[in-house]
C-alpha cells in the first residue's frame, strides 16, 4: 500500500449510530488532517494533527471526534450524526505544517439517514 | 465577500482546446499557490504550485498569477478527455501553516473527443 488509504470508501450509518472513518498514511508524513467536502462548497478543514498533537479544531460539532493515535493513523468517531453531515470526508498528509504539499486519500462517502 | 472566488462550471470544451481556469482571491497576504486536481471518485491531487507572480510551465499545464489584480490562472493546452475532472485552486500565506489553506469551490471540467 502507498499514499494515503481511507476506509470505508462508503458508509450509510443511521442518526443514532456510532461508526468510525479511518486513515492511514505510508508516506512517513508527520502531519494528518481530515477534510469534509460538500458540493459546490470549498474544502472545509475539520482537524489538524502535528506529530500527534491536534493543531486546530475549526468549531467542528462534538458528535465529531478525532483520534491520532500515532503518525500514521488517524480516526474521526461519528455519534448522533445529522444529515447535513452527508458529505465526502477525505483525511490527507503532508510533510510537515509549513509549505508541505497535501496528499490525500479517495475519501468516505457518508450518507446519513 | 469570500476569501477566494472560483467559477463552479461546469465547462465543457471540445478535445485539443486550449482551456482557461480562475479563481479570484481578496487576501493580499496570499502569496503560495496550488491547482490541484480531482477525478471522479478519488481524492484531490496536487498538480502545480507556485510562490511567485507570472507563469510557470509544466508539460501542457501553465500556472499564471497576478498578485496585482490578485488573480490566479490554470492553462491546459492540447486538452485531452483525460483531462476531464474537478479542477481547486487553494492558496496561503507563506508564513502560514497548512491549516489556513483556503481552497475554491473546484470547476468541472469536461473534454469532449
Known amino acids: 500500500e502507498t499514499g494515503v488509504t481511507q476506509t470505508p470508501r462508503h458508509l450509510v450509518m443511521g442518526m443514532t449510530n456510532k461508526k468510525s472513518l479511518k486513515c492511514e498514511q505510508h508516506?512517513?508524513?508527520?502531519?494528518m488532517y481530515w477534510y469534509k467536502q460538500s458540493a459546490k462548497k470549498p474544502l472545509e478543514l475539520m482537524f489538524v494533527y502535528s506529530l500527534e498533537e491536534r493543531v486546530e479544531n475549526n468549531s467542528v460539532p462534538s458528535r465529531f471526534s478525532p483520534e491520532c493515535p500515532n503518525s500514521s493513523h488517524l480516526f474521526l468517531h461519528l455519534h448522533t450524526l445529522q444529515p447535513e453531515d452527508s458529505a465526502l470526508y477525505l483525511c490527507?498528509?503532508?510533510?510537515?505544517?509549513?509549505?508541505?504539499?497535501?496528499?490525500f486519500g479517495n475519501g468516505t462517502r457518508l450518507t446519513v439517514t | 465577500q469570500k476569501e477566494v472566488e472560483q467559477d463552479p462550471g461546469p465547462l465543457s470544451v471540445p478535445e485539443g482546446a486550449i482551456v482557461s481556469l480562475n479563481c479570484t482571491y481578496s487576501?493580499?497576504?496570499?502569496?503560495?499557490f496550488m491547482w490541484y486536481r480531482q477525478y471522479s471518485r478519488k481524492g484531490p491531487e496536487l498538480l502545480m504550485y507556485t510562490y511567485s507572480s507570472g507563469n510557470k510551465e509544466d508539460g501542457r499545464f501553465t500556472a499564471q498569477v497576478d498578485k496585482s489584480s490578485k488573480y490566479i490562472s490554470l492553462f491546459i493546452r492540447d486538452s485531452q478527455p483525460s483531462d476531464s475532472a474537478t479542477y481547486l485552486c487553494?492558496?496561503?500565506?507563506?508564513?502560514?501553516?497548512?491549516?489556513?489553506?483556503?481552497f475554491g469551490t473546484g470547476t468541472r471540467l469536461t473534454i469532449i473527443p
Open positions: 487576501n493580499s497576504a496570499f502569496q503560495y
Open positions: 490527507a498528509s503532508s510533510q510537515d505544517l509549513y509549505n508541505s504539499p497535501l496528499h
Open positions: 487553494a492558496m496561503t500565506a507563506l508564513n502560514f501553516g497548512n491549516e489556513k489553506l483556503t
Open positions: 508516506l512517513g508524513h508527520n502531519a
